[in-house]
């Protein structure tokens, strides 16, 4: 297996993975695809053209990149195109409205956009505001005054050296923001690297692997957590286009898919699948799960034949602790990885409890590099995320006398739905444009599915009277599908403290009342 040292510093980036495993793997395949396969020497000479191309539009070792793709085959090569050229790739959640999409390719700094012709509708309205665009490439067909996808391909596959160094910037995901707007996460190259080689010792993948990947590529858990393990270990990688749990089976078997992911709402999905007697012939041999609930983790076992590896970090923090490979504690997340962090449980003032209490985790990277570098251009935020040298989680959890951390929940105010991190702050401020709004609370309620369901909690303004099904429709169009609250509620008032703080837990107490429209249904809560 390999491990991080078996990469010189000077050779660990992006770019440089890709043409030395190009050099050695050459014809082998590494991605396969619904409409057919790519190898590594086709891969590395297609993004090296695309990376000459941005240089060649004044796209230089800094810079911003945003992608706004589907998942398809052009994703792969524009992340390791712009790491070619020395870039920093900004994956664009797809399901953004017109105002947010603004916000991250205006806050990243892009200076190119790459961006599939199906999402140009929510970019029209807001074009004119994104002043630092030089180029808009859109893959598709060529829009408007835009150059076409395939114009990046039009450059020669030489190679150049860009100048960029392991410990530099390489991405910046925008992760959900909880007392603000969502914060751009600035990874260096070796944090790909240290996360990949982790993610490969962890599943025992070699090369003869396969990573099925279903998730979206504007997430981490399809690029640094697929793709780049795959690579480093010399093994290959098998892209859907989306998950489906009628198709999930059939797919992996058709690629020969051994190593996956199976993160929030997917694990209750596949299990509400009809049992068949086949449900665990297939190569799949290894799950990596995220935020699926402890009480799935042996179902899922021993239906589909699978071994689950849990993992528990973020994309600031790293893969924090795992499940060990051969060994297992049912309702643990696993323990601690000791080869790069320390953690501990702290109180609200980042006192460490004893052990087996309830607190935030809170972890310390021994090596450098491994984890977010920064919040981009949020120094007060970055600030307050590392105080007293520990990088806060905003999660709870305990850690038993064993050494087994045990996930215990969230503690900041952002909520889970759909495999996406929802900032109550910007939920808030969208609901709050409703003329007849004087002002809202978002709060995460259980669904039945896992992860969180969406409850807002409306005051209406003076002399105001809010009809709570157009007020939902408005919410459809104005919010990414994902956003949208399943619950409303009509109340008095928003409990606050003394500071003007919203006092959440006094409304997630309520939990659902007989004054709770739910959107499923169209109708209130029966008591």
């Not at 390719?105 to 140009?120: H, S, T, Y």
């Not at 596959?157 to 100048?163: E, L, M, Q, T, Y």
């Not at 109180?347 to 491994?370: A, C, M, Q």
């Not at 169209?522 to 008591?527: A, E, M, R, V, W």
Request: net charge neutral; glycine share 8%.
């Amino acid at each position: 297996m390999v491990r991080i040292e078996d990469f010189p510093k000077e050779r660990r980036t992006l770019g440089r993975l890709l043409s030395d495993q190009a050099e050695k793997l050459g014809s082998k395949v590494f991605l396969q695809h619904e409409h057919g396969s790519i190898t590594y020497a086709e891969l590395d000479s297609i993004a090296s053209r695309a990376a000459n191309s941005l240089r060649a539009a004044g796209v230089a070792k800094g810079d911003k990149v945003a992608v706004m793709l589907p998942n398809c085959p052009e994703y792969i090569t524009m992340q390791f195109a712009v790491a070619k050229a020395g870039a920093v790739q900004a994956p664009v959640n797809t399901e953004l409205t017109p105002e947010l999409l603004a916000f991250t390719i205006d806050n990243c700094d892009a200076k190119v956009l790459v961006v599939d012709q199906a999402f140009m509708p929510a970019l029209q309205p807001v074009m004119e505001r994104l002043g630092k665009l030089r180029h808009v490439f859109v893959r598709g067909r060529k829009s408007g005054p835009f150059h076409a996808y395939e114009d990046l391909l039009a450059a020669d596959a030489v190679h150049f050296d860009s100048g960029v160094a392991w410990h530099e910037p390489v991405a910046i995901f925008y992760t959900s923001g909880t007392t603000g707007v969502s914060k751009g996460v600035v990874l260096p190259h070796n944090h790909h690297f240290d996360f990949g080689c982790t993610l490969v010792q962890c599943a025992r993948s070699g090369p003869e692997d396969v990573w099925y990947v279903c998730a979206p590529y504007y997430h981490g858990l399809a690029q640094f957590m697929s793709t780049v393990p795959a690579m480093l270990a010399g093994g290959g990688v098998a892209l859907a286009e989306r998950f489906s749990a009628s198709r999930f089976w059939s797919d992996i078997r058709k690629y020969r898919a051994t190593v996956s992911w199976l993160v929030y709402t997917m694990a209750p999905f596949l299990l509400k699948q009809p049992e068949r007697p086949d449900d665990a012939d297939h190569p799949l041999r290894t799950y990596y799960t995220v935020g699926v609930a402890a009480s799935l983790v042996e179902p899922l076992e021993k239906r589909f034949g699978v071994n689950v590896i849990q993992m528990l970090g973020s994309t600031e923090q790293g893969p924090v602790a795992y499940t060990p490979y051969d060994r297992k504690k049912y309702g643990a997340v696993g323990i601690v990885n000791t080869r790069d962090f320390e953690v501990k449980i702290v109180d609200e003032f980042d006192e460490e409890l004893p052990t087996g209490s309830v607190g935030e985790y809170v972890s310390r990277s021994k090596r450098p590099f491994v984890r977010m570098l920064e919040y981009y251009k949020m120094p007060e935020a970055t600030a307050a995320a590392t105080r007293n040298l520990w990088l806060h989680s905003g999660d709870a959890a305990r850690v038993d006398e064993e050494g087994w951390i045990y996930f215990e929940g969230r503690l900041k105010d952002s909520i889970r739905r759909g495999g996406e991190n929802i900032s109550a702050f910007e939920l808030e401020a969208i609901a709050g444009t409703y003329p007849a709004i004087e002002e809202c609370a978002a709060l995460a309620m259980p669904s039945e599915v896992g992860e969180d369901e969406i409850k807002l909690c409306i005051v209406q303004a003076a002399r105001q009277k809010v009809d709570l099904a157009a007020f939902h429709a408005f919410c459809k169009q104005k919010m990414p599908k994902y956003m949208v609250p399943r619950y409303l509620e009509v109340v008095q008032s928003i409990p606050k403290t003394g500071t003007g703080k919203v006092e959440k837990v006094t409304l997630q107490k309520l939990g659902l009342t007989p004054q709770t429209w739910d959107a499923v249904t169209g109708d209130y809560i029966k008591p």
